[in-house]
Nanobody, 133 residues
Framework: QVQLVESGGGLVQPGGSLRLSCAAS????????IGWFRQAPGKEREGVSC????????YYSDSVKGRFTISRDNAKNTVYLDMNNLKPEDTGVYYC??????????????????????????WGQGTQVTVSS
């Protein structure tokens, strides 16, 4: 079964850190561009970080740049989002997504994947991140 499963969310104080995991089954993640997205209650979903299938290009939203890092472990077929110096405005449901469109192999295109955050091949169910004191 083709599936993406997020984990690692939880409650953390401002300034704290979390590592989110996105584990794939039924397909191989290293053949796909990967994105992390989040949605706060009552707000639109937004792209957080996206990377192409060969990790040649990576995009971070301005709000998380310098605090979050996206990475892959191909042996585990898993993608991570390391989140540091968390802020209350980081609160939301975090989703991972994977897409096979070879357009994302081109330079400076994965930011479009994050901006559009639609029509991607596979989506996980999300994991809740709450940043609160």
């Amino acid at each position: 079964q083709v599936q993406l499963v997020e984990s690692g969310g939880g409650l953390v104080q401002p300034g704290g850190s979390l590592r989110l995991s996105c584990a794939a089954s039924g397909f191989t993640l290293d053949d796909y561009a990967i994105g992390w997205f989040r949605q706060a209650p009552g707000k639109e979903r937004e792209g957080v970080s996206c990377t192409n299938r060969y990790d040649g290009f990576t995009y971070y939203s301005d709000s998380v740049k310098g605090r979050f890092t996206i990475s892959r472990d191909n042996a585990k077929n898993t993608v991570y989002l390391d989140m540091n110096n968390l802020k209350p405005e980081d609160t939301g449901v975090y989703y991972c997504a994977a897409d096979s469109w070879d357009f994302w192999d081109k330079p400076d295109t994965v930011q479009v994947m994050c901006f559009r955050n639609q029509h991607l091949d596979y989506w996980g169910q999300g994991t809740q991140v709450t940043v609160s004191s």
